[in-house]
């Protein structure tokens, strides 16, 4: 069997989640699912909101005719404009239903906008840490991935994307809320970063884009406002999904929103429609458009993440982790004690905590703990997690 090169070469760089994943499969599979506890995969453990259920038990009895039939590439336009003001009342831009198209969620929309901006050789800007499948999208459409250290803090360092920025350069895409950090990127940042783009573009005589994955955006604690990137750059593009907002995973469910101030927006939403029915998508799914239509100012309880985050951050704390307390998202990202996370997270693992080392998301020396599982598997892992913190000499208070 002949595949590929350059997939074989990334089946054999397999990802670290989905690694550590399938080794969490076989320890249940010993030690029954109720002893291991599984913080690998960002999977919500929430339900969908009940108003999204009743809406879908409406639609299956009382089907409206054609809707299951092919639709415009973009999208269902009621879809669309519902998006488009619900962006419009949170930016006080003027977005209107064309600046909106339709995605099989966020991973589908990354794609779609990378098909449509990139040329062979392109670069795209990426600050690390970062999430791994980032890479791919890039890669499949033609581009080239290019890390960026981010602060002690994980807070952008717009310098560092400053001197990464070169001819070859068409985006910098950033994640906040980020996985895996949880860090959500400030307005100061993100007024340092647009400044700089504009100043990028004279120079270059260029128009640099500023991709937004948005995709944790509504998860968000403590009473943070998130930013919004629109307002700093006019070529922004946002992505996101409803896959965490509405714990809509596995329906594909996204979409992308182009800033009615960009510059050539017309040609650029054609080539992003375009990309979506070549890339074989065609549309997003048309059952899932008009779901989430009348919910796009919904969201599953985000407070119980944030109880989640506090009852695993303040213990970590307390046994003698270091690790940056996550305003969103639901990933913490502690140090790891040593310096190979590998070794630690097995360390972990001895004690059936499944959690993903830093280097799989460009970190060394740390590692992932996706928090978006039940309470009490929290709280059943708690002694593992003070145990290994022993056994490495942290001192706890
Ligand atoms: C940062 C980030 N972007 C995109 C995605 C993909 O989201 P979706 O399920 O909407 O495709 C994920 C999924 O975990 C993610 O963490």
């Known amino acids: 069997m002949v595949i590929s090169r350059k997939v074989k070469n990334a089946l054999e760089g397999a990802s670290w989640v989905r690694r550590m994943f399938e080794e969490g499969e076989e320890l249940k599979r010993l030690h029954g699912a109720g002893n291991v506890f599984d913080f690998s995969l960002g999977n919500p453990n929430l339900e969908p909101p009940p108003s999204l259920k009743k809406a879908l038990k409406t639609l299956a009895d009382e089907p409206i005719i054609g809707?299951?039939?092919?639709?415009?590439?973009?999208?269902?336009?009621?879809?669309?404009?519902?998006?488009?003001?619900?962006?419009?009342?949170?930016?006080?831009?003027?977005?209107?239903?064309?600046?909106?198209?339709?995605?099989?969620?966020?991973?589908?929309?990354?794609?779609?906008?990378?098909?449509?901006?990139?040329?062979?050789?392109?670069?795209?800007?990426?600050?690390?840490?970062?999430?791994?499948?980032?890479?791919?999208?890039?890669?499949?459409?033609?581009?080239?991935?290019?890390?960026?250290?981010?602060n002690e803090d994980f807070s952008l360092n717009v310098m560092e994307i400053e001197k990464a920025v070169n001819n070859r350069t068409k985006a910098i895409l950033i994640n906040s809320p980020n996985n895996p950090t949880g860090v959500v990127y400030d307005q100061t940042s993100l007024k340092k970063l647009g400044e700089m783009l504009k100043r990028k573009n004279r120079e270059l005589g260029k128009t640099l884009y500023l991709v937004t994955d948005e995709a944790y955006r509504r998860i968000v604690y403590d009473g943070v406002k998130m930013p919004i990137h629109f307002l700093y750059y006019p070529q922004t593009i946002r992505v996101t999904s409803h896959s965490k907002d509405l714990s809509l995973p596995g329906e594909r469910i996204g979409y992308v929103a182009v800033s009615p101030l960009c510059e050539g927006a017309d040609e650029l939403i054609s080539a992003i429609i375009f990309a979506n029915r070549t890339l074989g998508f065609v549309n997003a799914p048309a059952l899932m458009q008009r779901l989430v239509a009348p919910l796009q100012k919904n969201s599953i309880k985000i407070r119980e993440y944030e109880e989640k985050r506090d009852l695993?951050?303040?213990?970590?704390?307390?046994?003698?982790?270091?690790?940056?307390?996550?305003?969103?998202?639901?990933?913490?990202?502690?140090?790891?004690?040593?310096?190979?996370?590998?070794?630690?997270?097995?360390?972990?693992?001895?004690?059936?905590?499944l959690t993903v080392p830093g280097r799989g998301f460009g970190k060394p020396g740390y590692f992932r703990i996706a928090y978006a599982v039940e309470a009490k598997t929290i709280e059943k892992s708690l002694p593992g997690f003070k145990e290994v913190a022993e056994k490495y000499g942290l001192k706890g208070r």
């Open 67 to 150: 809707m299951h039939r092919y639709m415009p590439n973009s999208g269902y336009s009621e879809t669309r404009k519902a998006i488009a003001e619900y962006l419009a009342e949170e930016s006080g831009l003027l977005f209107n239903e064309n600046q909106v198209v339709m995605t099989v969620g966020a991973a589908g929309g990354l794609n779609v906008v990378f098909k449509a901006i990139l040329d062979d050789g392109d670069e795209v800007i990426v600050p690390s840490p970062y999430f791994m499948e980032f890479k791919f999208y890039i890669e499949n459409c033609g581009g080239q991935i290019r890390l960026v250290e981010t």
């Open 312 to 353: 695993l951050y303040n213990a970590l704390k307390s046994y003698g982790y270091h690790v940056i307390k996550p305003q969103g998202a639901f990933y913490l990202f502690p140090k790891a004690p040593i310096e190979d996370d590998v070794t630690f997270v097995k360390e972990l693992q001895s004690k059936h905590i």
